[in-house]
């Protein structure tokens, strides 16, 4: 039981090298599909202990806090790891069908075990309570990441992938420098110890200008990992030409480990007082989050490849959550707290739907949608709810993000905020429409015939999703909760 | 004096960077990233941080650049140039240097004695590590026990850098069973070098050896060993042929000993936890704490080096037996 927090990233880490010694495609994705589940079940372990008793502290390798590297799991992270180990739990069973046929046969063990690597790598850099440890998960997601999406089929899934290294690579560097700095400040890693270290430093003396210095590349660093416009500019190649497993994996997760990461520095280390109020961070963020909503929705409508529009959309859908995080209440962190579960629960949905699409049709172009809604009625039925939820119609988890967010802002009175949310919402009406009218209302093309529903195996998972996207808009305590909980804790500047 | 060095190795390495960003051959400019490395490796030994500067010596200066060749014999040698002057880049990577400056003014000064980060953590390591973990060489008890956590993720790192290369490039099996042909790339003609070679060899895996053995008492460990070992391999194929070193180290079998490698690592951790410890608190491994943690810190470097090892020649044997697209 008290082993838990090290065995929550231990199940992806060392099932990975598993992976490749069982060699056998299926066999290797049992191996990652068992240990996707036992992080599922330990996540919800380890939520409900945190729920009840606390905070949970581990020291790994025995050694206490300043000197060895801790774990430290509290309500935001034990959130943010359910969102995590829910959508990689879901992915991998949808995985089987849909890798066999993008992913070449040789390469698959390679598969799985990238996939696990990049899972261990999101688990690591939220369950842990330090900085550099942080950045050393960072560098396991990111990587695995960059090779999974070049294991796309189209040849243009390298520059995107290469497009993404370099991209992330300057961001991971910018943190790293940022930790760098706060550990010469400060001379300690661990996050608790960092955060009582640099409340002592006085706003005017020695080390004010390095930890402004460390602030900024950190709050760019993370801007480009979580895809903040304009330095999203990585994130609809990525998505696009990724093949379909490894878009929904990273659609609904890699973002908001990112957006985690800027919550723990800002609030955890940096002291909310001091970065909102000194820095003003919320005013930086809120410019970049209304032009991701607006832009990015607009670029959207635009797009004719239907998984690159949804990658635009994640974009706008980012945007709402730095807009949470910039309006500076409790409300509004809250409302960006659960619209990261509600995006990732909406994301892996649609992006599902694509994959299902992809693995009947083989491409997912508009005019490839003509006709599917007789042709695939569940999948086309699931992207339906799913876009409703995207849009933020009532009883869908969406709409319970967007309720809050246009809360936050009333309860600011910032009325024109306020619009533009809306207006990304009836944007977001504009281009899923375009899809719902191809697929329902446009005749089948003749030649096309053939094709059929999408294999059981895609369409479980994908209705659990949707499932899900409805459950939580109407059954709205836990995540509600969670959320609430979580920016109260956050708030208070301590890991409590 | 170490002012003078300082200053000298800093110009070099400014003009070593510079060049490289000029210059359109590629060849040049894998020639100098190697020289660069080399600066900064010389540059770790003045700040006396000789674990560093060996690692930097062995990656950067050695096996890197024997990797950017190998990639070069499947490119062109001759970077295109750019169709603008790319004006931006250079305004943004100018913002980034200045606000880089800003930050270090307040900082302390280089070696000064009262700044936070002697004053911290760092007396536990340097005073208490002998006691508490044993090494005379405290780094590798900060490396392998108190942030082990790390090194086994850097480790895992490594392993993912070395899948992901395989994954995205593909090595063939190209001899797989059929009798292996006259290589060209043999440099057979070339009778000095190959003795040479052959000579060095031997001496080149012992120190490998000493290195992962010796890492408790002076710079090195499993990163450098594994490395050097690796360095060793690729001599041997670079002139007895990259097929006879196929035959001897083959690809699957790189592969599980890189598994193997990480497993061992990961083992040891699990094992503590057997023992009724934390992962990786290797003092519940034997009967004392310090016996304990000697064992730890062995395994996991050794585990470290095997994995190194087999991913840097996977890498090499990646860009040198490409699957045909």
Request: hydrophobic share 55%; with cysteine.
């Amino acid at each position: 039981m008290n082993h838990l927090p090290v065995f929550q990233v231990l199940l992806p880490l060392l099932g990975a090298p598993l992976c490749l010694l069982v060699r056998r495609g299926t066999l290797s994705w049992l191996v990652a599909t068992l240990a996707s589940w036992g992080g599922l079940a330990i996540s919800l372990a380890l939520l409900h202990h945190v729920s009840h008793t606390g905070p949970i502290t581990y020291n790994l390798g025995n050694w206490p806090a300043p000197w060895g590297i801790t774990y430290h799991v509290d309500a935001l992270n034990a959130f943010v790891l359910l969102i995590v180990t829910t959508v990689a739990a879901l992915t991998l069973p949808y995985a089987l069908q849909s890798v066999n046929l993008e992913i070449s046969e040789e390469n698959r063990p390679l598969f799985y075990t990238l996939l696990l690597i990049c899972l261990a790598g999101l688990l690591g850099i939220v369950i842990t309570g330090d900085a550099f440890n942080m950045y050393v998960f960072l560098e396991l997601s990111s990587l695995s990441a960059y090779a999974l999406i070049g294991l796309g089929k189209r040849r243009r899934a390298l520059t995107a992938a290469f497009q993404y290294l370099v991209m992330g690579t300057i961001g991971a560097t910018f943190i790293l420098i940022g930790i760098g700095l706060l550990y010469s400040l400060t001379g300690t890693l661990n996050i608790q110890d960092l955060a009582s270290r640099i409340a002592l430093i006085p706003a005017s003396a020695y080390g004010h200008r390095t930890l402004i210095t460390a602030f900024a590349f950190l709050t760019v660093g993370f801007s480009l990992k979580l895809a903040l416009f304009p330095l999203h500019l990585w994130l609809p190649n990525a998505y696009t030409y990724a093949p379909s497993v490894v878009t929904v994996f990273l659609a609904a997760t890699a973002t908001k480990v990112a957006v985690y990461m800027l919550l723990r520095f800002s609030f955890s280390i940096l002291g909310s007082r001091f970065v909102f109020e000194q820095l003003t961070l919320g005013k930086i963020m809120l410019l970049p989050s209304l032009a991701a909503i607006i832009i990015a929705s607009l670029v959207a409508i635009f797009q004719y490849d239907i998984k690159r529009m949804l990658a635009y959309s994640s974009v706008a859908q980012i945007g709402y959550m730095t807009l949470g995080i910039s309006l500076h209440s409790h409300t509004g962190l809250m409302a960006g707290i659960l619209h990261m579960f509600n995006h990732a629960l909406m994301k892996g949905a649609l992006f599902m739907a694509m994959g299902a699409v992809s693995y009947r049709v083989g491409s997912v172009y508009l005019t490839d949608f003509r006709g599917l809604g007789r042709r695939m009625p569940l999948t086309m039925a699931a992207f339906v709810l799913g876009g409703l939820s995207l849009m933020g119609v009532p009883l869908t988890a969406g709409f319970i993000s967007k309720w809050f967010l246009v809360k936050a802002a009333l309860e600011i009175g910032w009325w024109s905020v306020t619009a533009i949310i809306l207006i990304g919402s009836l944007l977001a009406v504009i281009y899923i429409w375009r899809v719902v009218e191809t697929a329902y209302f446009n005749p089948l093309h003749e030649i096309e015939h053939g094709q059929e529903e999408a294999p059981l195996g895609l369409l479980i998972p994908l209705w659990v999703l949707v499932g899900a996207n409805l459950y939580f808009g109407i059954d709205t305590s836990i995540p509600v909760d969670m959320a609430s909980w979580a920016a109260s804790a956050l708030l208070e500047g301590t890991m409590q | 004096m170490e002012l003078f060095i300082d200053i000298t190795l800093l110009t070099f390495l400014c003009i070593t960077a510079m060049a490289i960003t000029v210059i359109r051959k590629l060849f040049c400019a894998v020639m100098l990233a190697s020289i660069f490395s080399l600066l900064c490796a010389c540059l770790f030994v003045t700040m006396d941080a000789v674990d560093v500067a060996f690692t930097e010596a062995a990656v950067g200066s050695g096996i890197s650049t024997v990797l950017m060749l190998a990639a070069l014999n499947l490119t062109h040698s001759r970077e295109k140039r750019p169709p603008h002057q790319p004006l931006v880049a250079l305004l943004v990577v100018g913002v980034t240097g200045i606000v880089l400056m800003y930050g270090t003014m307040d900082l302390p000064v280089f070696g000064d004695a009262a700044a936070p980060i002697h004053h911290h953590v760092a007396p536990r390591y340097i005073e208490q590590s002998p006691l508490e973990v044993g090494p005379p060489n405290f780094v590798t008890s900060i490396l392998a026990s108190y942030r082990g956590y790390d090194t086994l993720a850097e480790t895992i790192v490594i392993f993912t850098a070395g899948l992901s290369v395989i994954a995205l490039l593909g090595i063939r099996d190209r001899y797989a069973g059929r009798p292996i042909p006259s290589d060209r790339s043999a440099m057979k003609d070339y009778v000095v070098l190959r003795i040479v070679a052959k000579m060095l060899m031997p001496f080149v895996f012992l120190f490998a050896l000493y290195v992962q053995f010796h890492g408790d008492y002076g710079a090195g460990g499993g990163f450098q060993a594994g490395v050097i070992f690796a360095s060793g391999v690729i001599i041997h194929s670079l002139t007895l042929g990259r097929d006879r070193t196929l035959k001897a180290f083959p690809h699957q079998f790189l592969r599980g000993l890189a598994t193997v490698g990480v497993l061992i690592y990961g083992g040891t951790g699990l094992a503590s936890i057997l023992r009724g410890g934390n992962f990786l608190d290797y003092s519940v491994l034997a009967a004392t704490q310090l016996k304990g943690q000697h064992l730890g810190i062995f395994l996991v470097e050794l585990g470290v080096g095997l994995t190194v090892f087999s991913i840097m020649i996977l890498m090499y044997y990646a860009f040198s037996y490409r699957r045909e697209p």
